[in-house]
């Protein structure tokens, strides 16, 4: 059940509605949890500042993190219930286009939750996938939440993992197992973009076809090495924090848009 009361198609935050009924309805069916939704809405506040587009410091961090993808020899597609909620089609094509396996792992882990959540997952087109039930049998020793649990056949072994809506915790857990980790968040302050070895700041729904695109363009050349080892994630987060104070600077200013 979508919403009952019609979003108007001309309405000027129609988009931004329509994802948060997605949202509320994957809530209803236990694939989001409360948190998650609470969660989007901080999501949709740095957004808003960003100007809901992707900027060109985006662009670079996702052509680094397609360069890793397709360094990688393992790589793994993290997956919780908002981004099952939002973007599982798009999790689906980039795990198809890198490779790479997809692996549910929850903060708030229920065995019900893993099994609505591959469900989306399943009904969207994919194959296999990872962390459900008793196949997160390892364990992360640096980590305390439910997120330690993890896939021997994935994430534990993974040596890329690209973790969308992530928490700041595990992000630091895998970096010091020596992985490579590719965040989405829109939060440029958060812990997990300042720990992550790639931070996408954008939105999850716009980042990912622009990372399978990026897969798709990049295979096969030979400068994929050097695109990953010229990348330096704590410059391009300092572009993140300038641009989002020149443009809240230029509003101030009387600016229309920027
Ligand atoms: P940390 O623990 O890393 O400091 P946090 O406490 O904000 O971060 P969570 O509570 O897991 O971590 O929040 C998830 C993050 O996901 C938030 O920072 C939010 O900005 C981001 N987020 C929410 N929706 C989206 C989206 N659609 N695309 C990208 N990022 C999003």
Do not use: C, W
């Not at 994957?26 to 998650?36: H, N, T, Y």
């Not at 997990?192 to 990026?214: C, F, Q």
Request: a positive charge.
């Amino acid at each position: 059940m979508l919403t009952s009361v019609p979003i108007p198609k001309n309405h000027p935050r129609a988009q931004s509605l329509f994802v948060r009924e997605k949202l509320v309805e994957a809530f209803r069916k236990g694939v989001v949890v409360p948190e998650g939704l609470i969660a989007h809405g901080r999501g949709e506040a740095f957004d808003y500042i960003l100007g809901e587009k992707t900027t060109d410091f985006a662009r670079k961090a996702v052509r680094t993190a397609a360069a890793a993808l397709i360094l990688a020899k393992k790589p793994v597609i993290s997956v919780n219930g908002n981004v099952a909620a939002l973007a599982s089609d798009k999790v689906i094509e980039l795990s198809k286009v890198a490779g790479a396996a997809i692996e549910i792992n929850l903060f708030y882990r229920t065995t019900k939750r893993e099994v609505a959540i591959a469900k989306v997952l399943r009904n969207a087109g994919a194959g296999q996938i990872l962390g459900v039930g008793e196949n997160a049998s390892s364990r992360i020793a640096e980590m305390l939440s439910e997120r330690r649990r993890v896939d021997p056949e994935g994430i534990l072994t993974a040596d890329v993992v690209l973790v969308p809506l992530e928490d700041g915790d595990r992000t630091e857990a895998l970096r010091k197992l020596g992985k490579t980790v590719i965040a989405i968040d829109l939060n440029p302050l958060s812990r997990t973009s300042l720990n992550a070895s790639i931070s996408i700041v954008d939105n999850v729904t716009r980042t990912l076809p622009l990372l399978t695109d990026g897969v798709k363009s990049l295979k096969g050349k030979k400068n994929i090495r050097k695109i990953a080892e010229d990348f330096n994630n704590q410059a391009n987060l300092r572009e993140a924090f300038a641009y989002l104070a020149k443009r809240l600077d230029k509003l101030s200013r009387g600016a229309n848009d920027v």
